[in-house]
């Protein structure tokens, strides 16, 4: 398997403090930019399959993938950011919020809808709904589990794009690559950065980490904090 981890473009919380942040932001216009340039080197990989999470940020950035590129978009409901849709920023005020469900994704995806699977077990709820925030713990057990469903799930001679996040992204990569990478000192996960790893012989491989060369330098953002 070819696996791209991508980190969708910039929304407005990368962009503002974090006592302002809201809980499913959308893209700013150096992200919409972003998006574009991003689905424009798409075009040129041939990609089996197409993942994205639900949130509002990560949906604006596949939506330009859509109109360069053929194929099916799969939303999946557990490929979100670390800690889920909430509200606040400090333990003491952390709110679980809803998320979009499944009607209001089906809006936003427009014309572009019958071309993506949604997760069923995202219902007009909202593909959150918790009145908490997701534990640290528990976003660490949640991408051991994605990373053993890609291995479930697609053969050796596949390629897959994930648009994610870079929390979700850099816990994938520590346990993709265990001891023999540091993830982290790796450095930051910019916004549209590509990643590549590849599972062959029994294990992932990494490939490349965090390429923008798809971006002119003034696109360039990627504040993880």
Same mark, same amino acid.
């Given at each position: 398997?070819?696996?791209?981890?991508? %980190?969708? =473009?910039?929304? =407005?919380?990368?962009?503002?403090?974090?006592?302002? %942040?809201?809980?499913?932001? *959308?893209?700013?216009?150096?992200?919409?930019?972003? =998006?574009?340039?991003?689905?424009?080197?798409?075009?040129?990989?041939?990609?089996? /399959?197409?993942?994205?999470?639900?949130?509002?940020?990560?949906?604006?950035?596949?939506?330009?993938? #859509?109109?360069?590129?053929?194929?099916?978009?799969?939303? +999946?409901?557990?490929?979100?950011?670390? $800690?889920?849709?909430?509200?606040?920023?400090?333990? &003491?005020?952390?709110?679980?919020?809803?998320?979009?469900?499944?009607?209001? #994704?089906?809006?936003?995806? $427009?014309? &572009?809808?019958? @071309?993506?699977?949604? =997760?069923?077990?995202? &219902?007009?709820?909202? +593909?959150?709904?918790?009145? /908490? @925030?997701?534990? *640290?713990?528990?976003? +660490?057990?949640?991408?051991?589990?994605?990373?053993?469903?890609?291995? @479930?799930?697609?053969?050796? *001679?596949?390629?897959?794009?994930? #648009?994610? /996040?870079?929390?979700?992204?850099? #816990?994938?990569?520590?346990?993709?690559?265990?001891?023999?990478?540091?993830?982290?000192?790796? $450095?930051?996960? @910019?916004?549209?950065?590509?990643?590549?790893?590849?599972?062959?012989?029994?294990? +992932?491989?990494?490939?490349?980490?965090?390429?923008?060369?798809?971006?002119?330098?003034?696109?360039?953002?990627?504040?993880? /904090?």
């Amino acid at each position: 398997m070819q696996l791209y981890l991508i %980190r969708h =473009a910039e929304s =407005a919380n990368n962009a503002l403090p974090t006592y302002q %942040r809201v809980p499913d932001p *959308d893209l700013t216009a150096v992200g919409r930019l972003q =998006a574009q340039h991003l689905s424009h080197w798409l075009t040129s990989l041939q990609w089996d /399959h197409l993942i994205t999470s639900p949130f509002r940020r990560t949906i604006k950035t596949t939506l330009p993938v #859509l109109q360069y590129n053929p194929g099916v978009v799969q939303i +999946w409901h557990d490929v979100f950011e670390r $800690g889920g849709c909430f509200s606040g920023y400090r333990e &003491d005020n952390y709110a679980g919020q809803p998320g979009m469900g499944r009607a209001e #994704l089906i809006r936003m995806l $427009g014309k &572009d809808a019958e @071309r993506c699977q949604i =997760a069923e077990t995202i &219902d007009d709820t909202g +593909w959150w709904n918790q009145p /908490h @925030r997701e534990t *640290d713990q528990q976003a +660490w057990q949640r991408a051991q589990q994605v990373v053993e469903k890609l291995l @479930r799930m697609y053969q050796n *001679d596949e390629v897959v794009v994930m #648009l994610i /996040h870079a929390d979700l992204k850099r #816990l994938m990569l520590a346990e993709m690559l265990q001891q023999r990478c540091d993830v982290v000192g790796l $450095g930051a996960l @910019r916004n549209c950065g590509i990643t590549k790893v590849n599972f062959q012989q029994q294990q +992932w491989q990494l490939d490349y980490f965090n390429s923008v060369t798809h971006m002119p330098a003034k696109l360039i953002t990627g504040n993880e /904090h």
